[in-house]
T-cell receptor, first 109, second 113 residues
Framework: RKEVEQDPGPFNVPEGATVAFNCTYSNSASQSFFWYRQDCRKEPKLLMSVYSSGNEDGRFTAQLNRASQYISLLIRDSKLSDSATYLC??????????FGKGTMLLVSP | SQTIHQWPATLVQPVGSPLSLECTVEGTSNPNLYWYRQAAGRGLQLLFYSVGIGQISSEVPQNLSASRPQDRQFILSSKKLLLSDSGFYLCAGLKETGPEEAFFGQGTRLTVV
């Protein structure tokens, strides 16, 4: 089983839609979780950290389910500018971050 | 703030030629540093990480090597490039405070021809 798995997509949604991504991780000892956004041919940038209690930042909501070992990202009211690849990232200890391969989102007018 | 400077932004090298990519860190001391590679249409693959000067851990066997001659300098090298070394190379560090989120350099797009 791969350490961090994501559906590669692409997810094609119209503007204004709500879209959700899931990510599963294999190491139950993992401590920290993040969602990064990567635009084409650019470096990844932190979108948000994921906390056990769940957290929200504007149109973005992240959830963590430790029992099932998955993380989710919900984007409401999608904008054209949300088109990007979303990377699920897990810190499994020893300060090493493991990246999923990413889920591509395409928002169309 | 913690930032990474990475250069060059793009590089085209012939097969068999050597490689040296450098990144430097500002705004923090003794950071954990990482080299990742992203092949076309694929995820980020951890190549090397370093917790301090002269300390290098290799994650994937290959014809690449890394060195950390100074606290804030991390170098990725190869003596002879292969076609399969083409990709997007990213240097990253971990923030000192808060959750251990990574910050990245702008990346080097390497094409081996």
């Amino acid at each position: 089983r791969k350490e961090v798995e994501q559906d590669p997509g692409p997810f094609n949604v119209p503007e204004g839609a709500t879209v959700a991504f899931n990510c599963t991780y294999s190491n139950s000892a993992s401590q920290s979780f993040f969602w990064y956004r990567q635009d084409c041919r650019k470096e990844p940038k932190l979108l948000m950290s994921v906390y056990s209690s769940g957290n929200e930042d504007g149109r973005f909501t992240a959830q963590l389910n430790r029992a099932s070992q998955y993380i989710s990202l919900l984007i409401r009211d999608s904008k054209l500018s949300d088109s990007a690849t979303y990377l699920c990232v897990v810190n499994s200890g020893y300060s090493t971050l493991t990246f999923g391969k990413g889920t591509m989102l395409l928002v169309s007018p | 703030s913690q930032t990474i400077h990475q250069w060059p932004a793009t590089l085209v090298q012939p097969v068999g030629s050597p490689l040296s990519l450098e990144c430097t860190v500002e705004g923090t001391s003794n950071p954990n540093l990482y080299w990742y590679r992203q092949a076309a249409g694929r995820g980020l693959q951890l190549l090397f990480y370093s917790v301090g000067i002269g300390q290098i851990s290799s994650e994937v066997p290959q014809n690449l090597s890394a060195s950390r001659p100074q606290d804030r300098q991390f170098i990725l090298s190869s003596k002879k490039l292969l076609l399969s070394d083409s990709g997007f190379y990213l240097c990253a560090g971990l923030k000192e405070t808060g959750p251990e989120e990574a910050f990245f350099g702008q990346g080097t797009r390497l094409t081996v021809v």
